[in-house]
């Protein structure tokens, strides 16, 4: 558990008042009572309880409902030492990514649905601008991080790209929400060999996935800067 001194350092980074800390500090204290023991480690926990703290939802804190990778946090730390680029889904995920954050690490965090290009050829071609949006986003994706949090079509299409071999994301964290293949474009995710944070289910969203990229990056900068 971070010391009140570990949290005061990373808020004010992030440009947070003592009134809007304190708030911070309470919440957190009100996540770990009401959670109690749980089966994750000191540093998924990190991340899942700043899920809770987005979304005001317990269910991400059972059993199965985030799930990580064996070396997700690990991944995600070489790409900030590497300044690889993240990359998201929607308009609405970068703008929940911690501009604070990604300036201390020097990383830049990237969105191509509104690209004249991407916006043109999705009208053509009758495939989402999300999808599209990461093949025009193959050089950024490679290395790097993705982060999806709306289009369950965006996290197809990497696994597609991660099969063809156009791309070798270094991590993927994703947990698009809603009722078409939502759920099962996450069980695709699991199986295919690469990195992941991610959720069982049809819960998701921008908020959530923000958190998670957010709470990586003040890992990160917690333990290396």
């Known amino acids: 558990m971070s010391s009140p001194d570990d949290l005061r350092t990373r808020a004010f980074s992030r440009g947070m008042s003592e009134k ?130 709306n289009a369950p079509t965006a996290l197809y299409e990497v696994i597609n790209m991660t099969k063809e071999k156009l791309v070798t994301p270094a991590l993927i964290v994703a947990l698009p929400v809603g009722f078409v293949s939502a759920e099962s474009s996450k069980d695709e995710l699991r199986k295919t060999g690469y990195e992941y944070v991610t959720n069982t289910g049809r819960k998701g969203g921008s908020s959530a996935v923000s958190s998670i990229i957010n709470a990586l990056m003040l890992l990160y900068l917690k333990n290396k800067v």
């Open 20 to 149: 809007s800390l304190g708030i911070e500090e309470q919440s957190m204290g009100i996540i770990d009572s009401e959670v109690g023991p749980h089966e994750f480690s000191h540093d998924e926990w990190f991340i899942v309880k700043r899920v809770i703290h987005a979304t005001a939802d317990f269910d991400f804190a059972n059993s199965g409902k985030i799930v990580f990778s064996p070396n997700a946090i690990e991944n995600a730390f070489q790409v900030f030492d590497r300044k690889t680029k993240i990359v998201t889904d929607v308009e609405m995920v970068l703008a929940g990514v911690n501009k604070n954050s990604t300036s201390r690490i020097g990383i830049e965090a990237i969105c191509n649905i509104s690209n004249d290009k991407v916006i043109s050829d999705s009208r053509k071609s009758n495939v989402t601008r999300s999808a599209l949006a990461m093949r025009y986003a193959a050089s950024d994706i490679d290395r790097g991080i993705v982060i999806i949090g």
